[in-house]
């Protein structure tokens, strides 16, 4: 699985080093420290898709299909993919923190965390909704379903918040009641359920389509 | 032992039906696979691999069924080639070489700098910067590179020209010089079959029409060229396929039941799967 991570740094080398860069930059600047986390969860979050579309331009999977490499490593290595993209968006975010404390305000390590955490929550929910998509409709009509599930999901959340506007201050207070620790493990393993879920479905997926059922 | 060794396959898609069918290929032999485009040349060959679920019949690929557990071990001896290489185009060779090398446990990394070199592939370059027959070699010396028994090479030569492909069908006739050594090459250029192969196979619209020794083929078949009233006086059981013009006819017939006295020549392979391709078989 170690050789498909290879193949797929190797592909996006180019990209994801400006890109990188740029990210770091950004949180570098301090005024900007939650924009640039932000750019460097999204970069977390497309690259590894990326490489999906170059799979399908090049073939990719009709050779490696013929390699001594299983469905399961080689839809594993996508979701290994995300993870390591994720773990490096944050890392540069703790990097940028780090720095701007040399030249800057001292750094809010809490907030930090806390953005640290929502991000890869939510980054984490996605990729697992995301790659069945691709592997289901290709990544073209993959990434137009998933924007038409985001603006419906974001429809719902936004009628949610208008209904509930008048107890706004209680539904806060609600959450933060909720003990840290808590709201962590809850978060933990609503992400590790929802990953493995979409691990297994794409793995079925990626099968299906291979044996050309979605022709 | 047999490199492959096919009993009923069968494979269904919404617009294609192919087989069921068995073919065998023994080991030290090369076996062409020819068809014209559609009939089923590389969904044959991603059923051995097992790269496609089959809907019925066995496969037996190096004496392990296809779809066992250890037919994972089996795919390490397996070197394939496909009509493109289907590598990512900004990875250069020297990267291919080490991503296959997490592959292959077998992996021989001098090995594929040799290839690389006798096909004067530069190592750093990238793989949209190769030609045609530059991506083909490429596929071939990674093929070549982990103590493979067998080649499977789906249309390798297509596209080349003459001089490369020449090359490389000398390359394939070492390899299978080898007795644990194997070759199916599936190709609609008959002529490169041809010169290398020792059994044939026709796949025609999902079905295989013929699968023998090529000398065996060209022995049996004669190509009867007379008169169009001569051809009619001919028994029509001995005629597998025929042209008929204003002025003379040309048939393809068994040549021991060809009749006395009309020029019968030796066919060409091209000549016979030409022929049999026709819808006018007995």
């Known amino acids: ?215 | 032992m047999n490199a492959i060794e096919i009993k009923g396959l069968t494979k269904q898609y919404k617009d294609f039906a192919l087989g069921p069918f068995d073919l065998t290929l023994p080991m030290g032999c090369v076996l062409g696979l020819v068809g014209e485009n559609g009939a089923g040349k590389s969904t044959t060959i991603r059923l051995i691999m097992d790269a496609v679920s089959r809907d019925g019949g066995q496969v037996s690929v190096l004496g392990t069924d296809n779809t066992s557990p250890d037919f994972r071990q089996v795919k390490e001896e397996v070197g394939v080639v496909l009509d493109e290489t289907c590598v990512p185009e900004f990875i250069t060779a020297k990267q291919l070489g080490k991503i296959l090398a997490g592959a292959y446990r077998n992996w021989d990394g001098e090995a594929y700098g040799r290839w690389l070199e006798r096909f004067r592939l530069p190592p750093d370059k990238k793989y949209k910067e190769y030609s045609r027959g530059m991506t083909m070699k490429l596929g071939i010396a990674a093929a070549l590179s982990h103590g493979a028994k067998l080649l499977l090479l789906d249309e390798a030569t297509s596209g080349l020209d003459p001089m490369v492909r020449e090359e490389l069908l000398e390359v394939f006739t070492d390899f299978a010089a080898h007795d644990d050594h194997a070759v199916l090459i599936s190709s609609h250029i008959v002529s490169d079959l041809e010169k290398c192969c020792d059994y044939i196979a026709f796949l025609h619209k999902g079905q295989l029409r013929l699968c023998e020794e090529k000398d065996m083929l060209l022995e049996r078949y004669g190509l009867l060229k007379c008169s169009p009233q001569e051809l009619a006086a001919v028994d029509p059981a001995v005629i597998h396929g025929k042209r008929v013009g204003e002025y003379g006819a040309e048939a393809l017939v068994d040549r021991d039941e060809a009749p006395r006295g009309l020029l019968v020549e030796r066919p060409t392979l091209e000549d016979i799967i030409l022929y049999l391709a026709k819808e006018e078989v007995r």
Do not use: H
Request: aromatic share 10%; with cysteine; net charge positive.
């Open chain 1, 1 to 215: 699985m170690i050789a498909l991570l290879k193949k797929d740094v190797f592909v996006m080398d180019k990209q994801m080093r400006v890109l990188v860069l740029l990210a770091l930059l950004f949180n570098l600047i301090p005024s900007a420290s939650s924009l640039g986390a932000t750019y460097a969860m999204m970069i977390a979050l497309m690259l590894p898709m990326s490489t999906i579309s170059y799979d399908e331009r090049c073939k990719w999977d009709r050779y490696v299909a013929m390699l001594p490499w299983t469905p399961r490593q080689i839809v594993g290595s996508k979701y290994v993919l995300s993870y390591t993209t994720m773990a490096l968006g944050a890392a540069l975010i703790v990097l940028g923190n780090f720095a701007r404390t040399l030249y800057s305000e001292g750094a809010d390590w809490g907030e930090t965390g806390a953005l640290i955490a929502l991000y890869l929550v939510l980054i984490g929910l996605i990729t697992a909704v995301t790659y069945p998509l691709l592997y289901r409709f290709g990544s073209e009509k993959g990434r137009l379903v998933l924007v038409a599930i985001f603006a419906a999901m974001f429809i719902l959340a936004f009628g949610a918040v208008v209904l509930a506007i008048d107890d706004m201050e209680g539904v806060v207070g609600r959450l933060k009641a909720v003990p840290a620790p808590a709201l962590a493990a809850a978060a933990v393993i609503v992400l590790a359920g929802a990953n493995f879920l979409s691990y297994r479905l794409s793995v079925k997926i990626y099968l299906r389509r291979r044996d050309g059922r979605y022709a």
